[in-house]
């Protein structure tokens, strides 16, 4: 019995998650079709987000590129295979391994803040403050972080993807010494423009569950600075989680729309 109960608690917990990350949401889109729009907070969340975000993102590209060519070509040597290390690598960084890894490591950074900075607006009563001035909450905190993870999410991707591509190269043909010509031909050979719309669409997806998931945890954080550190805590953890679940069926259901080498 206390085994059936535990697993019931987990499922209402989760759905009562869902919904209210749902709620979340629906309420910020409205406010969004409604021309609620602080465009002056949206532009300093761009900076925050995506400027602030490049260097980890670039880092995290880079060397996942380089340490994956270097793998690649070790079991690909064994075969004589050398050059088909171009297109592995590159269809892996754009359909994975770009939008994931950028996903968690603004999951970490962006995300973790959010929660922790709108956590300790709500435990010090500066959210009802808001209200008492008849500042919509959302409006003024949620919407903006929204638009300007829209706007990020997928430039944060390209760059890392493209940083991850070129250091792939590099690693490649200057430290591996694979044929440059053979490497760019069966590159363009067997990569496309529906590698790149896969790891946008991923990168948009990845950005709206890390800005719902992080304004609400920080939205419902309680219990002062304990629960400013509990909300930061489950909002990482729960973002992660949500972006390596959703990868799979996103991978799964966009390999149908866009098949690899379909062109």
């Known amino acids: ?13 989760f759905f009562v998650h869902i919904g209210q990350v749902a709620g979340l ?5 409205a406010s969004i079709f409604a021309g609620r729009i602080r465009w002056k907070l949206v532009l300093h969340q761009v ?5 602030r975000s490049q260097l980890v993102v670039i880092v995290t590209g880079a060397f996942t590129g380089a340490v994956f060519t270097a793998q690649a070509y070790f079991q690909f040597a064994s075969l004589n295979m050398e050059t088909a290390v171009g297109p592995v690598v590159t269809i892996s960084l754009f359909r994975e ?4 890894l950028t996903g968690l490591m603004v999951a970490g950074r962006v995300g973790a803040a959010m929660s922790a900075e709108i956590g300790t607006m709500k435990v010090t009563q500066q959210i009802d403050a808001l209200r ?10 949620v919407v903006p972080r929204a638009l300007a993870m829209f706007i990020s999410m997928p430039l944060l991707v390209v760059e890392c993807t493209a940083c991850g591509a070129l250091a792939a190269y590099y690693v490649a043909v200057q430290i591996l010494n694979i044929d440059a010509v053979y490497y760019l031909a069966n590159l363009q050979k067997f990569t496309d423009i529906y590698d790149i719309m896969m790891s946008l669409i991923k990168g948009f997806v990845f950005g709206i ?3 719902f998931i992080s304004c609400r945890e920080g939205l419902r954080a309680q219990d002062g600075a304990v ?11 729960i973002c992660s989680l949500c972006i390596l679940i959703a990868n799979f069926f996103l991978t799964m259901f966009l390999n149908i729309l866009f098949p690899a080498g379909q062109s």
């Open 209 to 211: 569950i890390i800005v």
């Open 25 to 29: 949401a629906g309420e910020t889109l």
């Open 227 to 237: 629960g400013v550190g509990r909300a930061t805590t489950e909002s990482v953890v």
């Open 132 to 141: 008492a001035l008849a500042v919509n909450p959302v409006d003024y905190l």
């Open 1 to 13: 019995m206390p085994f059936a109960q535990f697993f019931g608690n987990l499922f209402s917990g």
């Open 97 to 100: 391994l770009g939008p994931v």
């Open 47 to 51: 900076a925050e987000i995506g400027y």
